[in-house]
């Protein structure tokens, strides 16, 4: 189950909007969700940017052959 959505801000830089989400994690902080992988400073657990809990990284990539560093390292915002 995902993490409800509490905030949502758009923010102007550089002429582009960018969106940042707001939910609250399991353990009460606020995070945002604003790249791929997203850590909760207070309990490190690990949502993607919808809110959805992901697994620990020593268990990413198994049934791909990637390694967790793959996924870890990739950012949304090498996209654009």
Known sequence: MALVISKVEQVSIFGKTHTYKYATCECGSEIVLDDFTNYCDDCERIYDFSGHRLSSPRNWGEDTGE???????????DDW
């Open 67 to 77: 390694h967790w560093t793959d996924v870890a390292n990739y950012s949304w915002h």
